[in-house]
């Protein structure tokens, strides 16, 4: 019982920590947007209002289950926004080809064709996801890496947007929601009960989880780290490249923890029956 108290408290302080940043930065956007007329901003609201909404929708018309809803969104916002930064990456490769695309000029000072308004509205996503998983406790542990990942991502990208830098290499960081959607794809899967690991249908998407895991995650974020070190001497003295190599750090160590976690749930679907045997042990 006291244990149980104990955790129930540590869980209680956490929430109330991120509920803290979360508020101080929907201040920071909403002083932006109304004293600084910085409208575009209105970019990062639709965003929040849009995922919430589609929450209300799957929660009335599909499921009331909390992580079933919060986990069909983060599907909706994977999609939605790997659809978004191939089309822009694509849409700047055919306008003006690949020759001095990836610059670094081009990377911190200029915006891509709709880069702006989509890094604003996954912007909205993540701060709409912080509060649905504080409101509905879908996190564990003393330090919940979900939360950090958001906090994270709502700093670096906030930032970014407000000094107008490095807007292309955020979006380049957002190829990873190709991989999401597969985690996503795998928590609805389960949650529907097919967990056949012989099915043809789980092995592809394992083999789609994997190959997109390495690619559009580890790669494509160990790339732009190596991209970030090798032109540190062309930044200005300022906050952008400690920020951004803080940024990247994080998302590199965050994607280690999540490579061990999918490890460990693959094991897990490969031997299902030696997993509840150990676990009646």
């Given at each position: 019982?006291?244990?149980?108290?104990?955790?129930?408290?540590?869980?209680?302080?956490?929430?109330?920590?991120?509920?803290?940043?979360?508020?101080?930065?929907?201040?920071?956007?909403?002083?932006?947007?109304?004293?600084?007329?910085?409208?575009?901003?209105?970019?990062?609201?639709?965003?929040?209002?849009?995922?919430?909404?589609?929450?209300w929708?799957?929660?009335?018309?599909?499921?009331?289950?909390?992580?079933?809803?919060?986990?069909s969104?983060?599907?909706?916002?994977?999609?939605?926004?790997?659809?978004?930064?191939?089309?822009?990456?694509?849409?700047?490769?055919l306008?003006?080809?690949?020759?001095?695309?990836?610059?670094?000029?081009?990377?911190?000072?200029?915006?891509?064709?709709?880069?702006?308004?989509?890094?604003?509205?996954?912007?909205g996503?993540f701060?709409?996801?912080?509060?649905?998983?504080?409101?509905?406790?879908?996190?564990?542990?003393?330090?919940?890496?979900?939360?950090?990942?958001?906090?994270?991502?709502?700093?670096?990208?906030?930032?970014?947007?407000?000094?107008?830098?490095?807007?292309?290499?955020?979006?380049?960081?957002?190829?990873?929601?190709?991989?999401?959607?597969?985690?996503?794809?795998?928590?609805?899967?389960?949650?529907?009960?097919?967990?056949?690991?012989?099915?043809?249908?789980?092995?592809?998407?394992?083999?789609?989880?994997?190959?997109?895991f390495?690619?559009?995650?580890?790669?494509?974020?160990?790339?732009?780290?190596?991209?970030?070190?090798?032109?540190?001497?062309?930044?200005?003295?300022?906050?952008?490249?400690?920020?951004?190599?803080?940024?990247?750090?994080?998302?590199?160590?965050?994607?280690?923890?999540?490579?061990?976690?999918?490890?460990?749930?693959?094991?897990?679907?490969?031997?299902p029956?030696?997993?509840?045997?150990?676990?009646?042990?």
């Amino acid at each position: 019982m006291a244990r149980t108290s104990t955790k129930r408290s540590d869980k209680n302080k956490v929430g109330v920590f991120f509920l803290a940043t979360l508020l101080l930065w929907s201040v920071s956007v909403l002083f932006e947007i109304a004293f600084n007329k910085r409208k575009v901003l209105l970019f990062i609201v639709a965003g929040a209002c849009f995922f919430q909404i589609a929450n209300w929708v799957i929660r009335l018309l599909v499921s009331r289950d909390p992580l079933f809803v919060n986990t069909s969104v983060s599907l909706l916002h994977s999609t939605i926004t790997s659809v978004s930064v191939v089309f822009i990456v694509v849409n700047q490769w055919l306008r003006n080809g690949l020759n001095g695309m990836f610059e670094h000029s081009e990377l911190v000072g200029s915006a891509w064709l709709w880069a702006y308004p989509a890094l604003c509205f996954s912007c909205g996503y993540f701060a709409y996801d912080q509060w649905d998983m504080l409101q509905y406790r879908l996190y564990s542990g003393l330090i919940p890496g979900i939360l950090v990942h958001h906090l994270l991502l709502l700093v670096c990208f906030t930032l970014a947007l407000y000094r107008n830098v490095t807007i292309n290499y955020l979006i380049l960081t957002l190829i990873c929601e190709l991989h999401s959607i597969f985690l996503h794809v795998r928590k609805v899967r389960r949650m529907a009960g097919i967990r056949d690991s012989k099915s043809r249908i789980v092995r592809v998407e394992w083999v789609l989880n994997w190959i997109t895991f390495f690619l559009a995650r580890i790669a494509s974020h160990l790339l732009i780290t190596i991209k970030l070190i090798r032109d540190a001497s062309k930044f200005e003295k300022g906050i952008e490249l400690p920020l951004a190599l803080f940024g990247m750090v994080g998302m590199n160590l965050l994607n280690i923890s999540l490579g061990i976690d999918l490890f460990n749930a693959f094991k897990r679907e490969k031997n299902p029956q030696q997993t509840s045997y150990h676990r009646r042990e």
